[in-house]
């Protein structure tokens, strides 16, 4: 299945089949609490304006500011990996950025969603728009955006809820996230040679 096959199957209420064994239900967000949605909206794209350095305003909600925070924690000592894996995506054009399906697709491949993988993809997506930014793609970091923020409301949006919403992200430990972060990092590194 080609990339476009693949991203373009993951749409609103969708069902995806990789391969026999492996199905994958993208709930429409619709569906979802109005206030999750609307908070969903406001931490991706505040955190995408942010990493870009596109916003110099403070955090519009609690959990936004500890998702900043913990993003930075995640970036700081981990620059130059980021920067190979969105070399590696090699984006020329703002359709190009739709791969960050492909990467959510292989953070969460195993069924098994934790904050650390919630916010690794955070960090990811943030460094992706930056990047993308530098490269004199700058209309891609709304794209990134979006994307995020379908992912996050779509995909990730249930356990997000079951799990005590995004209040429960404040209370998650740091070192849990720098760990996973490695282990995403391999993982993503992994679904690009397979491609």
Not at 140 to 150: D, F, G, H, I, Q
Not at 154 to 180: E, P, Q
Request: proline share 3%; net charge neutral; with cysteine.
């Amino acid at each position: 299945m080609s990339v476009t096959e693949h991203v373009g199957l993951l749409g609103k209420g969708k069902v995806m089949a990789n391969k026999p064994h492996q199905w994958y239900l993208a709930i429409d967000g619709d569906l979802l609490p109005a206030s999750f949605r609307s908070h969903s909206v406001l931490i991706t794209n505040d955190l995408v304006q942010y990493i870009c350095g596109h916003t110099d305003a403070p955090a519009p909600c609690k959990s936004a500011m500890i998702m900043r925070n913990v993003v930075d924690d995640v970036l700081r000592g981990r620059v130059s990996s980021m920067r190979q894996l969105a070399e590696k995506l090699d984006i020329q054009q703002p359709d190009d950025v739709a791969l960050l399906n492909c990467v959510a697709t292989a953070m969460f491949d195993d069924d098994i969603v934790t904050w650390g993988r919630i916010i690794t993809l955070f960090a990811y997506a943030g460094y992706l728009a930056r990047y993308c930014h530098e490269q004199g793609l700058s209309e891609c970091y709304e794209t990134v955006a979006e994307l995020l923020e379908s992912i996050v409301v779509n995909r990730l949006g249930l356990w997000i809820l079951a799990n005590g919403g995004w209040v429960s992200c404040i209370h998650f430990s740091k070192v849990l996230v720098l760990f996973l972060a490695v282990n995403c990092k391999t993982k993503i590194l992994a679904m690009k040679r397979n491609m």
